[in-house]
């Protein structure tokens, strides 16, 4: 059985990406259709976390960051934002995944 597909205008932001429980998630975001931005403090294992995603056809991209920082969050959607927006247009949504922390500041929450 094929998974349902969501909506591809919506960037999902995943925190811990890089393996395990947060990998997961992106994977089958991905296998969805949706467009990843992988979070994660570990580089090297986001960026072949990324490449993995990428090599399957998924629209992803890593963003190294520690959640603990907030001015490293906000420039990690910053990031995000510049790299989605030109592409996805004005109604793209955005949600994390898993919690994060120190909310960005231009990003609300959804729920």
């Excluded at 975001?29 to 990428?54: C, I, Q």
């Amino acid at each position: 059985m094929s998974p349902e597909r969501i909506e591809s205008r919506r960037v999902v932001v995943v925190t811990g990406a890089a393996r395990g429980i947060g990998f997961g998630i992106a994977q089958r975001l991905a296998l969805e259709g949706t467009t990843v931005a992988l979070l994660d403090r570990d580089a090297p294992a986001l960026n072949e976390a990324v490449a993995e995603l990428k090599r399957g056809g998924a629209q992803a991209l890593g963003v190294k960051v520690d959640l603990t920082d907030s001015i490293a969050v906000n420039a990690a959607f910053d990031e995000i934002l510049a790299t989605t927006k030109p592409r996805l247009g004005s109604g793209d949504r955005y949600q994390s995944a898993l919690p994060v922390p120190v909310l960005p500041r231009r990003v609300a929450r959804d729920g």
